[in-house]
C-alpha cells in the first residue's frame, strides 16, 4: 500500500507506515569491545579479536573492536525497517508472515541494542579512561544529542512518510547516563520495574493533557519550535505522548543495559542462556497477552469501549488493531484491558516484555553463530549494514522524502535491503583504513563530538583499521 501525504497528525498517513524503526546503537561506538579481553589478548602477529586457546578469530562487524553478533542484529532490525517502511501490508499469510515478524519489533530492537551498546561502549573505555570533568565527560554526549535532534527534526519536516525517531533517540541518551553509574543489581531492578511502570505513567497521565482516546503518536518538526506553545508540545511528545515517548521506549533502554551488565555474550553458555530465556519472555508476553484476549475476555471488553470512545472502529476488520493504528499504537486511557494487549506499537508491559525477549533472543543466538567461521561469513553483510545503521537510517528517510515516497512492494523491500547492504560493504571496502569506515553519519557525529584531533577510545586503543 502506498504512503499517503505525510502529514503531522495521526490520521494523516496509514498507520502501518507510522516510522517503525531506530538508527544507531548509541551515541558512542555502538558497542566498542577494545578494552574486553579479546582486545587484550591481541598481540603482534596476532589481529584484534584473536581468542587466546579458541585457536579462531573472533569475527567483528562494521568496525574494529565490535562484536559481530551484536552489529548482525542491528542489521537485521535495518532490514526488518525496511520492510515495514516499504514492503506490503503486514497480512498474517503466506511471505506476509515477515512483515508480521517485523511489525513493532524494528523500533523496540534498535532501542534496545542502543543500551546494550551504551554499556559495551563504557566498558570499552575502561575506568582509567573516562573523562574526568563535568565539561570532559557531558559535552560529547550533549553535542551528539543536540546533533541526533535536529537531524530528526529536520527530516520530519522534509515529511517521508514515516515518523523520525531520532529527536526521541537524543533524549534516551541523555536520560540513560545517570543510570550508566548504578550497580548491576540496581540497574536490573530498575529496569525490570520500568517495563510496567513507564507504559503504565504513559496510560494515567495521558487523560490528563487531554489525550485519553486519541491524539498520540506525533513527531516533532521544526517548525513546532517557533512558538511557545509548539515548545510546550515538543516536550510533551518527547516524554510521554509522541510515537515514541520516554515513558514506554525507555524501559528498552534500560533493559539493554541490564543485559549487557549481566550477559557477556561472548562466553557461549551465557549466549545460549540469553538466547532461551529470552524467547521464554517473549513467549510470557506475547501468550499473556493471547490468554488474556481469549480466555479472560479481555478482547470482549475492549470491543465494549471501543463501542463507547471508538464507534468509527466498529466498522473494520479488526476495530482493536484499528484503534491502535489510528494513534500509532499509543493504547488509549479508556480500559484497563488496553495494558493487556501486546499489538505492534501498542507500547504496554505485555509487548515490552515479548519485545525485550525477542532483541535477546537473536542477540543469544547472533553471538553464538558468530564464534564459527562459516557463521561469521553468513553475519558479516548483516553486521556491517548494522554497523552504519545510523548512515544506512539518514539514507532511507531521504530517499522516502523524494523518488521512493510512498513505495509499498516487495520489490521496493528488495530494492532497499540490497542498495544498503551493497553500498554499506563498498564503503567500508573503500575506507577500510579511515575513520570513515564507520560510515559518513557516524563519522561526521564523532567528529563534531571529539573533533579531529581526540579520536575515540577504539583508536586510541590501535585496533586493526580494516577489522
Not at 569491545?33 to 567483528?60: D, I, N, T
Not at 568496525?63 to 525497517?81: I, K
Not at 470512545?309 to 493504528?325: G, I, K, Q, S, Y
Not at 583508536?459 to 583499521?465: E, L, N, V
Request: net charge positive.
Amino acid at each position: 500500500m502506498s504512503l499517503a501525504a505525510a502529514g503531522r497528525t495521526a490520521g494523516q498517513e496509514p498507520g502501518r507506515k507510522a516510522e517503525r524503526d531506530a538508527p544507531s546503537g548509541g551515541p558512542d561506538e555502538q558497542g566498542t569491545y577494545s578494552g574486553s579481553r579479546a582486545g587484550q589478548e591481541a598481540g603482534p602477529g596476532r589481529p584484534a579479536g584473536w581468542r587466546g586457546g579458541s585457536g579462531k578469530l573472533a569475527a567483528h562487524g562494521g568496525g574494529s573492536g565490535r562484536l559481530a553478533g551484536v552489529d548482525a542484529v542491528r542489521g537485521l532490525a535495518v532490514l526488518g525497517m525496511f520492510a515495514v517502511h516499504v514492503g506490503p501490508e503486514a497480512r498474517p499469510e503466506g511471505t506476509g508472515y515477515l512483515i508480521v515478524a517485523s511489525d513493532g519489533r524494528a523500533p523496540a530492537l534498535f532501542t534496545l541494542l542502543a543500551g546494550f551498546s551504551l554499556v559495551l561502549a563504557q566498558r570499552g573505555r575502561g575506568a582509567a579512561e573516562q573523562p574526568a570533568g563535568w565539561a570532559q565527560r557531558y559535552r560529547p554526549l550533549l553535542i551528539r544529542c543536540a546533533i541526533l535532534a535536529a537531524l530528526g527534526l529536520a527530516l520530519a519536516s522534509l515529511w517521508p512518510g514515516i515518523l523520525v525517531i531520532l529527536a526521541f533517540f537524543a533524549v534516551y541518551f541523555l536520560a540513560a547516563e545517570p543510570f550508566t553509574r548504578l550497580s548491576t543489581p540496581v540497574l536490573t531492578a530498575v529496569a525490570a520495574v520500568s517495563v510496567a511502570a513507564g507504559p503504565l505513567l504513559s496510560f494515567l497521565l495521558a487523560p490528563v493533557f487531554g489525550y485519553e482516546a486519541a491524539g498520540r503518536g506525533l513527531v516533532p518538526e521544526a517548525a513546532d519550535l517557533t512558538t511557545l506553545s509548539g515548545l510546550g508540545d515538543v516536550l510533551c511528545e518527547l516524554l510521554l505522548t509522541g510515537a515514541y515517548p520516554l515513558a514506554t521506549y525507555f524501559p528498552y533502554i534500560l533493559a539493554g543495559m541490564a543485559l549487557a551488565r549481566l550477559c557477556d555474550v561472548r562466553e557461549p553458555a551465557v549466549a545460549r542462556r540469553m538466547a532461551v530465556w529470552g524467547t521464554a519472555a517473549a513467549v510470557a508476553g506475547y501468550g499473556t497477552a493471547w490468554v488474556a484476549a481469549h480466555v479472560f475476555g479481555a478482547r470482549e471488553r475492549l470491543l465494549a469501549a471501543v463501542s463507547v470512545h471508538h464507534p468509527e472502529a466498529l466498522a473494520a476488520a479488526d476495530p482493536v488493531r484499528e484503534v491502535l493504528r489510528g494513534q500509532y499504537g499509543a493504547v488509549p486511557s479508556t480500559s484497563w484491558d488496553w495494558l493487556l494487549v501486546a499489538d505492534p506499537y501498542s507500547q504496554t508491559p505485555l509487548e515490552t516484555l515479548g519485545n525485550a525477549g525477542v532483541g535477546a533472543a537473536l542477540i543469544g543466538l547472533c553471538a553464538l553463530a558468530a564464534r564459527r567461521r562459516a557463521g561469521a561469513r553468513l553475519l558479516r553483510p548483516l553486521a556491517v549494514l548494522g554497523a552504519m545503521a545510523l548512515s544506512a537510517y539518514v539514507v532511507h528517510a531521504l530517499v522516502l522524502a523524494g523518488p521512493a515516497h510512498g513505495a509499498g512492494s516487495w520489490s521496493a523491500w528488495i530494492a532497499f535491503s540490497a542498495a544498503a547492504l551493497v553500498l554499506t560493504w563498498g564503503w567500508q571496502r573503500l575506507w577500510a583504513h579511515s575513520p570513515l569506515r564507520r560510515g559518513p553519519v557516524e563519522h561526521a557525529l564523532r567528529l563534531a563530538a571529539h573533533g579531529p584531533g581526540r579520536p575515540g577510545p577504539l583508536a586510541r586503543r590501535g585496533s586493526h583499521p580494516s577489522a
